[in-house]
């Protein structure tokens, strides 16, 4: 055994501050066998090679563990063993060669580069030098002698090869590299392009040479790069009118199916033809992943954009132009179906996805991604609800890390993390999730995967106890009790997420700017969808089917905004509570709900009501007279089985029209272009239309009535 000296000699030790305990690394050689500096493990210290990997401290425990082949040394996680020692595999050993089970010394002939070689049986003090590309003589993959293959330069003409690569004129010919022509259908020697230009070729063919050459369709007109042809033509593209039959260029027509002249659609609108029939614009779909990345790994989070759930009433998805916005600062920054970014800092980042028809009608929809440093993002890696002991990202035991585990470890780690759940995972939750509770905050993020609580039994699924939390994405279902509770905390930010068929309301406590929204779906509630104990932000979501009442909004829950919601088949679709007074009811929709579309008769005061639409509720419109609102004007009142308000006037700029939506039956509560609600409303100040850069706060001449602006 080596002296203590010898072994501080060959080790370092190095000692680290954390915020929780002093630990100490010894750190070891690559292949050592736990010969000198067994205290370490004794003391509980970690063992690291010089590479920096972890070595477990059951490598230096002096006993054959599980996975170990001897004692402290071979297997998946312990140093190779030494010379003579039992193995497996090469892998066990320190010269990576295992022969009858043993471990062999180095050779110059073993097929490993082991001992002191600079390669595989070369180099070093023992073995002969290394093949090189200089070394006068045909070896490596080499096809000429030091030239050729994949290592060396490529050869002259004359010369042997196996592909074009191995030639200097690319060109490779009965295994022999060839002088390079002006007729080898490659670009070589100076040409300026394929067999052409330079000192030795012809000039190369132009769109201006007075030749029909190239992939011309006419005389220096048509094909992929010469301007479209004003008679003969291949295909439309040849074309001005971008209609070409015979091969001759056709005039354009308000029937030959293409959108020309100064047509405003496809055969339709300008001064040639009719008037187009009425159009919607598209309905954009956006889903980022991963949701949450870092700026800093090796190499930083690519970030992938997919449209692919995009639709349009009129167009196909292939005649729709998609144009990425990754930083929402009015800067295109890529278009297409889908589109990858990566970030160079830290930050919260709102991607804008802008989505046009072949009409000119576009639409945009926005989408929140998390970029941390890699240090702070924590993956999910099992969907098996487990729930090992002192689970770390590093060691998290059993299956992997779960989500149980991941939240257990936020809670407890210093500085705020980011939570990974990847998209796909279904995890079934054996019993309620551990609450949020990390003093720094928690962002959690799982789009694409689902919470399902049947089996947890009659308890909450998942419950934000800390300030700075944000929950984006996942589906959560099956829940005895609440799906999600949120305490008496602040700054929260509740997004994408579907609710659906669970026991009880969503339920939002806080103190201060809590937000839930946007693109929430909370529906089939066995209770209410949602319930609101403060002031907070409910905006662009959706309630619909739930059994009670779509959003409860109790009496301690003054100055709520209630914003671009809609709210369907619940019962009422609003219900305010005596003692809630100061509410902000703007730009919702609350169709087709089984008694009130919103009622507030029991006591409430200063209610602000504008630019709602309430059509085909059961009972009345609103419950409501006209001492609890301090302003109520500008709502659409269409088909209520009662009637309007029950007890108060409309207001200034109030209709009773049909508000036009696009297909109430599917969903759909955009207005059509020629609805009474379109630019009917007033201007309340807030943003409507989705805050894209410098698009002011709504679109046309005034805000349009109810929850979706129409471009």
Same mark, same amino acid.
């Given at each position: 055994m080596p002296s203590i000296n010898s072994i501080f000699r060959s080790y370092s030790v190095e000692l680290r501050s954390s915020w929780r305990a002093r630990a100490v690394r010894c750190l070891v050689l690559s292949g050592w066998l736990g010969a000198g500096l067994h205290g370490c493990a004794r003391f509980g210290y970690e063992l690291l090679t010089l590479d920096g990997e972890e070595v477990p401290l059951t490598c230096g425990n002096r006993t054959l563990d599980p996975g170990e082949v001897d004692v402290d040394c071979g297997?998946?996680?312990?140093?190779?063993?030494?010379?003579?020692?039992?193995? =497996?595999?090469?892998g066990d050993c320190m010269s990576a060669v295992c022969l009858a089970n043993i471990c062999q010394p180095p050779t110059c002939g073993d097929a490993a580069q082991n001992g002191d070689e600079t390669g595989v049986d070369c180099g070093g003090a023992s073995c002969g030098a290394c093949a090189t590309c200089s070394d006068g003589a045909q070896n490596q993959d080499e096809t000429g002698t030091d030239c050729g293959g994949s290592v060396c330069v490529p050869c002259d003409e004359g010369i042997g090869c196996a592909e074009v690569g191995d030639c200097g004129s690319a060109v490779c010919t009965g295994s022999i590299?060839?002088?390079?022509?002006c007729s080898d259908a490659v670009q070589n020697q100076d040409e300026t392009g394929v067999d052409c230009g330079g000192t030795s070729c012809g000039a190369c063919a132009t769109c201006s040479d007075g030749a029909q050459n190239q992939d011309e369709t006419g005389v220096d007109c048509g094909g992929n790069d010469c301007l479209a042809c004003d008679d003969g033509c291949g295909v439309g593209s040849d074309c001005a009118s971008a209609v070409c039959l015979g091969n001759i260029c056709q005039a354009p027509t308000c029937g030959d199916g293409v959108r020309n002249q100064d047509e405003t659609g496809t055969d339709c609108g300008g001064a040639a033809c009719g008037a187009c029939p009425p159009n919607t614009p598209p309905l954009p779909q956006l889903a980022i992943t991963p949701g949450v990345g870092s700026h800093d790994g090796t190499p930083p989070t690519v970030f992938l954009g997919d449209a692919a759930g995009t639709s349009d009433l009129e167009d196909a998805p292939n005649a729709l132009t998609y144009s990425w916005d990754w930083e929402n600062d009015g800067v295109i920054d890529a278009t297409g179906l889908t589109s990858t970014h990566s970030y160079g800092a830290a930050g919260t980042f709102e991607v804008r996805l802008v989505v046009q028809d072949s009409s000119g009608l576009s639409a945009s929809t926005t989408s929140f991604v998390i970029v941390s440093p890699e240090s702070d993002v924590l993956q999910v890696t099992t969907a098996v609800d487990e729930n090992d002991g002192g689970a770390t990202p590093a060691s998290p035991g059993g299956a992997g890390l779960s989500l149980r585990e991941a939240m257990t470890f936020a809670n407890s780690s210093a500085g705020k993390q980011s939570i990974l759940v990847p998209s796909g995972f279904v995890i079934a939750l054996g019993s309620q999730l551990p609450a949020l509770t990390d003093g720094s905050g928690v962002d959690l993020v799982g789009d694409g995967a689902v919470l399902d609580g049947s089996g947890a039994g009659s308890v909450h699924c998942l419950q934000i106890a800390t300030s700075q939390t944000r929950v984006f994405g996942f589906e959560i279902r099956n829940c005895a009790q609440s799906p999600l509770r949120v305490g008496f905390v602040t700054d929260i930010h509740i997004s994408r997420l579907f609710i659906h068929d669970n026991g009880q309301a969503v339920s939002m406590d806080g103190t201060g700017s809590n937000v839930f929204g946007p693109n929430n779906v909370v529906s089939r509630s066995a209770s209410h969808g949602m319930t609101v104990f403060r002031a907070t932000t409910i905006e662009r979501n959706e309630f619909? =089917?739930?059994?009670?009442?779509?959003?409860?909004?109790t009496g301690s829950a003054d100055g709520c905004v209630v914003i671009g919601n809609v709210i369907t088949g619940s019962d009422p679709g609003i219900f305010i509570s005596a003692g809630s007074d100061d509410n902000v009811i703007v730009h919702n929709t609350l169709h087709a709900n089984t008694s009130q579309g919103a009622d507030m008769s029991n006591g409430v005061s200063g209610t602000v009501l504008q630019n709602n639409i309430f059509s085909s509720n059961a009972l009345f419109g609103v419950d409501a007279g006209n001492a609890q609102f301090?302003?109520?004007?500008?709502?659409?009142?269409?088909?209520?089985?009662?009637?309007?308000?029950?007890s108060c006037s409309l207001g200034t700029g109030s209709l009773t029209s049909d508000p036009e939506y696009v297909d109430a039956p599917a969903n759909d509560f955009r207005l059509r272009s020629f609805s009474l609600a379109a630019d009917a409303g007033v201007d309340t100040g807030r943003d409507v239309n989705g805050s894209g850069p410098g698009d002011g706060l709504f679109n046309g001449a005034s805000p349009d009535i109810g929850a979706r602006e129409t471009p």
């Open positions: 297997g998946d996680l312990c140093p190779g063993c030494a010379v003579g020692v039992a193995c =497996d595999l090469g590299c060839q002088a390079p022509s619909h =089917d739930n059994t009670l009442r779509g959003l409860d909004i301090s302003v109520n004007d500008h709502n659409d009142y269409f088909a209520n089985t009662s009637g309007t308000c029950s």
